[in-house]
């Protein structure tokens, strides 16, 4: 577990980070929410975090997110789930997330709302969007955006609220913040016929300021907070 004080440092940094894009780019910082991305880090590391503030956090992995959402049931916290979906977990995603940020196909959509229990609030969805139609990564391609939104909108037990986009790491010189302009004109695009959207994840600690210049609103920072992973 990285030092308190260590934590509190990196955590100070980034936010500084998040303060100098908004201000470059015209924006306020308290509108980008700062998510601690959880993923091989422990329920402890997190729990320190939470304790420096932070409320937003993402997990990659089904099983290993619900054993540090079992310990940390007592935190004031919003769970994210950002990882690739597999059709037989949807129904922990369902029940134990409070956002599933990677929903790219109807099979999972269907999944998600049928599966959300009753009594709980909807739950919230992002589309993931594989904006450099990579073949190996998941996402849905921008032209089948519009459909799987319908498809969510459509679900009482779903909440649709904007996309999210993880860009190749291979981007233009010329152009870096290309792959995240496409995806701020797909969100504006999306506004027009759902009027609850409001969130743009995208940007991780090496690219989050290209990510706020082009209007993300959400940004996934793992290594910049917690160091470098365990090997």
Same mark, same amino acid.
């Given at each position: 577990m990285p030092h308190a004080q260590s934590l509190t440092q990196r955590l100070a940094e980034v936010k500084e980070r998040i303060a100098d894009a908004c201000r470059a780019s015209g924006r306020k910082p308290e509108d980008v929410t700062l998510m601690a991305v959880g993923k091989t880090r422990s329920a402890q590391e997190l729990r320190a975090a939470h304790a420096a503030g932070i409320r937003c956090f993402g997990e990659n992995y089904v099983d290993e997110a619900l054993s540090k959402l079992d310990r940390l049931d007592d935190l004031d916290a919003e769970w994210h789930f950002i990882g690739p979906i597999q059709s037989n977990k949807t129904? %922990?995603?369902? *029940?134990?997330?409070?956002? =599933? #940020?990677?929903?790219?196909? %109807?099979?999972? /959509?269907? +999944?998600?709302?049928? #599966?959300?229990?009753?009594? $709980?609030?909807?739950? $919230? /969805?992002? !589309?993931? =969007?594989?904006?450099?139609?990579?073949?190996?990564?998941?996402?849905?391609?921008?032209?089948?955006?519009? %459909?799987?939104?319908?498809?969510? %909108?459509?679900? $009482?037990?779903?909440?649709? +609220?904007?996309?999210?986009? !993880? @860009?190749? =790491?291979? &981007? $233009?010189?010329?152009? @870096? &913040?290309? @792959?995240?302009?496409?995806?701020?004109?797909?969100?504006? &695009?999306?506004?027009?016929?759902? *009027?609850?959207?409001?969130?743009?994840?995208?940007?991780m600690s090496g690219d989050l300021e290209d990510a706020i210049a082009e209007g993300s609103t959400m940004v996934r920072i793992g290594t910049a907070l917690f160091g470098p992973r365990p090997d």
């Open positions: 129904r %922990a995603l369902s *029940a134990g997330f409070d956002w =599933v #940020q990677t929903v790219d196909r %109807a099979k999972i /959509v269907r +999944r998600l709302a049928d #599966q959300r229990p009753p009594a $709980s609030h909807p739950l $919230s /969805v992002l !589309i993931q =969007v594989n904006i450099d139609r990579e073949p190996q990564k998941a996402g849905c391609d921008p032209d089948e955006v519009p %459909a799987l939104a319908d498809e969510i %909108a459509g679900r $009482s037990s779903l909440d649709l +609220r904007g996309l999210m986009a !993880i @860009p190749s =790491v291979e &981007r $233009s010189e010329k152009n @870096p &913040r290309e @792959p995240f302009a496409n995806m701020r004109l797909l969100l504006e &695009r999306l506004k027009q016929d759902h *009027a609850g959207v409001d969130t743009l994840s995208m940007g």
